[in-house]
Every structure is written in structure tokens, then in C-alpha cells.
């Protein structure tokens, strides 16, 4: 059994980022999914890159822009997000708020190219 507020983890510094932070939420015997707690500071970004594996994110609050693929998103509190594996996306928080959001992911290998353009 496990019940532990969001809070109580540690959010670490989300690498070639600005202003973004990550706290893993899901116990680490848990051999199937993750959840992780993702954080943007008003004016905070994550530059565009690809996953190998789909992620499902849902709004806990704030707005930002995320652009998916082609498609861009004024993605707020409540949003559901789905992201394909293999599809470009990033985040900037642009609406003068912070921005977060869980994101569900798979314990499958991954990688992270950016993308450059």
C-alpha cells in the first residue's frame, strides 16, 4: 500500500530545460508504469525532442503552450494530453502562469533525442 502526498518528493532540475522540474512519483518496485509530477515556472520551457514511448499527461493547473506534432495546444488545468511514441512535442509556459501536469508513462526503455532545427 502507499499514500504520500505529491509534495513530499523531491523535484529535480529537468536537464537542457529552463525552469522545469521533475518528482517521480510512483514507487520504484512498480514494474509496469510511472507517474511523474512535471513543473514549469511562469516563462519556463522544455525544448522540442522525441520519445520512443507514448505519454499520457494530465493538467493539475496552470496553462502553457504544447505543441505536438504540428498541432498547438493551450493546454490548462483539467487538459488531457496524449503523445504518441516517436512524436516531436514540447512545453513553454507563456499564459503568466506556472504550469503542471502529471505524465504517465511506460517502465519500457526510452530515449530522448531533441529536436533541432
Given at each position: ?100 501536469f502529471l505524465c504517465m508513462i511506460t517502465t519500457k526503455d526510452d530515449e530522448i533525442k531533441l529536436v533541432t532545427e
Open positions: 500500500m502507499f499514500c504520500k502526498n505529491s509534495i513530499d518528493f523531491e523535484a529535480n532540475e529537468i536537464p537542457k530545460t529552463v525552469n522545469a522540474k521533475i518528482a517521480v512519483l510512483t514507487p520504484s518496485e512498480d514494474k509496469d508504469f510511472i507517474v511523474r509530477k512535471v513543473s514549469l515556472e511562469n516563462g519556463g520551457s522544455m525544448p522540442n525532442h522525441i520519445n520512443e514511448i507514448q505519454h499520457q499527461q494530465y493538467v493539475l493547473k496552470g496553462e502553457a503552450k504544447v505543441i505536438i506534432g504540428t498541432e498547438v495546444y493551450h493546454a490548462k488545468e483539467g487538459d488531457f494530453l496524449y503523445i504518441p511514441a516517436g512524436v516531436s512535442h514540447m512545453y513553454e509556459a507563456c499564459y503568466n502562469s506556472e504550469y503542471e
